[in-house]
């Protein structure tokens, strides 16, 4: 019966409509899922009844159309739309959202899974999981060595939370920054002494001046000098140089000395014009000019004095870095650079004396009129480091650069410091970070970072052919494809935002126009059955 079509076809209409209902629904269900992904339904129309079939034109008539009559809808897809979700900070590491098509891996008792919920946690086994599930997120773990397996084999992400790192002895430091060219030499040059010797002390007594001066590695000495009158006018001068230790290096040395009883000027030394003495100590690098040529006596106050190298402080540039032995002490140890000359500069390294002893620890540095590094003697340097308490003794090699890389001697500040050094001490891991790429980095206690483990993300050449299996999981289908893994980045065109959570991408200002939609073409299909039946009604009465 013909009407009994137009009924059917507004059932259809109405079931058809009921499960747009049911997609809307569920869609504004899930406004606040993490990485809900919204579906749309489309439809399509059925069978159509032929009616007449058309004709082909002819010469001498027109063609005519066949004439049909649909049978009603049916749905016709039901696909997810898979356009990015915003991101919601949430401040949590192990909260990780996806930018770009990508989907986490999930395993759970042996069966693979997917997912655009970041929402992960650590469990009591160190294994990376979803909070709703517990299935193991799944990439690749760092070696002992802190590397991450190339390829794109699939494993449980594990981190021990009670994972330490041993000590690692120091082995090599690096150096940079810059000696100033002009700088004045390091070592005292000329000790200038002056002033008066009152003529009216008596025979025995004496006059005592002394100074500090530095040897050419920085080193402090005592310069003393002494003047004891043995005859009127006349005195015997003595002079001797003391290190730290109070131990005389050069001396005592007397010499006798005269002066004019009228003019009170100086008139021999030892029997000598007055001249310059020079102050030697080839060994220990002290080289100095003794003048006292200028000095007096007579009636006035005695007022003896010096000056060294007209009181300039030498040039002594150091630079300090913490070292760390077998066991994980840490030590201080200093290098210190003098200059010997033009672009000559010395070095030695020091460490204190509660920390052990060095050896090797003295070299030079000579530069290229350019500024550039030119010797390195010895090359490469290497300290050998004793250190109390136990640890192993150890070789350090002391890294200065190579021409305008590490340090340089130019018109600049002289500054210079340790630009890296390899050791470290024992440490137990403190915190966590992961990183766009999504490398699960570790930090620890002394300060060090290690790459722990790598998230590995699927991408699939059909998205609309996964299956939801619920609680935000996917799995494969027929016509999903071979997941293909990576890493994040280039290769998936997806990078994880560590601390966020991709919300639902349900737009709900369009979700409740479809409802209208939905509600319209439900409710015009339901006329269409309510006049079906009438007409229906209408039919039946005619028998009456």
């Known amino acids: 019966m013909p009407l009994l079509n137009s ?20 869609n504004i269900a899930n406004v606040n899922t993490i990485g ?25 008539t027109g063609g005519v159309n066949t004439f049909q009559v649909g049978l009603g809808m049916r749905i016709n897809t039901v696909d997810r739309t898979w356009n990015q979700g915003t991101f919601e900070g949430t401040g949590v590491t192990t909260d990780l959202a996806l930018q770009g098509p990508g989907l986490f891996i999930l395993q759970s008792n042996g069966e693979r899974f997917y997912t655009r919920a970041g929402a992960f946690i650590f469990d009591a086994d160190g294994r990376l999981v979803s909070t709703q599930n517990g299935a193991i997120v799944q990439g690749k773990v760092a070696n002992k060595e802190g590397l991450i397996p190339p390829g794109n084999y699939l494993e449980d992400i594990v981190v ?57 590695n920085g080193n402090k000495y005592t310069f003393t000098v002494t003047y004891t009158k043995t005859a009127d006018n006349t005195y015997t001068m003595e002079y001797r140089l003391r290190d730290s230790n109070n131990n005389v290096v050069v001396g005592p040395t007397s ?16 029997g000598q014009p007055p001249a310059v003495i020079q102050i030697q100590n080839a060994q220990l690098g002290i080289n100095f000019n003794f003048n006292m040529t200028g000095i007096t006596q007579n009636n006035s106050t005695t007022t003896i004095a010096s000056t060294v190298d007209s009181n300039r402080q030498p040039t002594i540039i150091t630079g300090s870095v913490t070292i760390f032995d077998s066991l994980g002490n840490s030590h ?5 650079y003098t200059k010997v000359a033009d672009n000559s500069w010395r070095w030695s390294a020091s460490v204190p004396e509660s920390s052990g002893t060095l050896s090797g620890n003295a070299g030079s540095i000579s530069f290229n009129p350019d500024g550039s590094i030119n010797a390195i003697i010895p090359n490469p340097p290497v300290l050998t480091f004793t250190p109390t308490g136990g640890a192993s003794a150890q070789n350090i090699i002391l890294n200065f650069g190579e021409g305008f890389n590490g340090i340089t001697q130019t018109s600049a500040n002289s500054v210079v410091s340790a630009l890296s050094q390899d050791g470290s001490a024992a440490a137990s891991l403190s915190n966590l970070s992961i990183d766009k790429y999504g ?27 996964l299956i939801s299996v619920g609680e935000n999981l996917y799995t494969v289908s027929a ?25 639902s991408n349900v737009d709900l200002s369009e979700e409740f126009t479809r ?30």
């Open 36 to 60: 809900y992904k919204g579906s749309r339904v489309t439809f399509s129309d059925t069978f159509n009844r032929i009616i007449r079939y058309g004709s082909n034109p002819t010469e001498t």
């Open 160 to 216: 021990d939370p009670n994972m330490r790192l041993p000590a690692v002895a120091t082995s090599r430091v690096s150096w940079g920054g810059n000696l100033k060219s002009a700088s004045p030499l390091t070592r005292s040059e000329n000790y200038l002494q002056t002033g008066n010797i009152n003529s009216s002390i008596a025979i025995g007594d004496s006059v005592t001046d002394s100074n500090t001066v530095y040897d050419e």
């Open 7 to 26: 009924l059917f076809s507004g059932v259809s209409g109405l079931r058809n409509h009921q499960s747009m209902m049911d997609v809307i629904s569920n």
């Open 332 to 336: 201080i140890l200093t290098i210190k």
């Open 439 to 465: 490398y699960i980095v570790g930090v620890f206690t002394n300060g060090q970072s290690r790459q722990l483990a790598q998230i590995m993300i699927a991408t699939f050449p059909n998205l609309n052919g």
């Open 255 to 270: 010499q006798t000395v005269v002066f004019d009883g009228t003019t009170g000027q100086l008139l021999t030394v030892n």
């Open 515 to 544: 409802m209208i939609v939905s509600q319209r073409g439900f409710q015009a299909s339901a006329r269409v059955v309510t006049v079906s039946d009438t007409l229906l009604q209408e039919i039946t009465n005619l028998v009456r």
């Open 479 to 503: 016509n999903t494809g071979d997941p293909l893994i990576g890493e994040p980045g280039e290769s998936t065109g997806t990078t994880i935002q560590s601390g966020a959570l991709e919300q």
